[in-house]
């Protein structure tokens, strides 16, 4: 059984794409202000923490998602061969 391969637009439909590019302009804005010693407001920290924290919690999800999927098609081929080779 063929699986779909993640194409760029398949990432993007799904806005995994702008969810990583948001998360790393937020984080790489915190991590700027940190390094150059400069004061970070309350509210970016917020914000970067909280976008950061939804972007992992949406990878480990999407990663659920691929092995819950993988694993099914799997035992849906193991189920197809097993009654290939026993009929009744």
């Known amino acids: 059984m063929p699986t779909n391969p993640v ?4 990432l993007l439909s799904k806005s995994i794409i702008v969810q990583s590019l948001i998360t790393f302009l937020l984080v790489g804005a915190l991590v700027f202000m940190y390094v150059t010693e400069r004061t ?5 920290q917020t914000m970067a923490y ?3 924290a939804f972007w ?3 990878k480990v999800q999407y990663s659920i998602d691929a092995t819950q999927e993988k694993a099914l098609q799997t035992w849906i081929l193991r189920k197809e061969t097993a ?3 026993n009929p009744e």
């Not at 194409?7 to 398949?10: A, G």
Request: hydrophobic letters at 45%; a negative charge.
């Open 7 to 10: 194409t760029f637009w398949t």
């Open 40 to 44: 970070v407001p309350e509210g970016l």
């Open 50 to 52: 909280t976008v950061l």
């Open 56 to 58: 992992m919690g949406s």
């Open 83 to 85: 009654d290939a080779n």
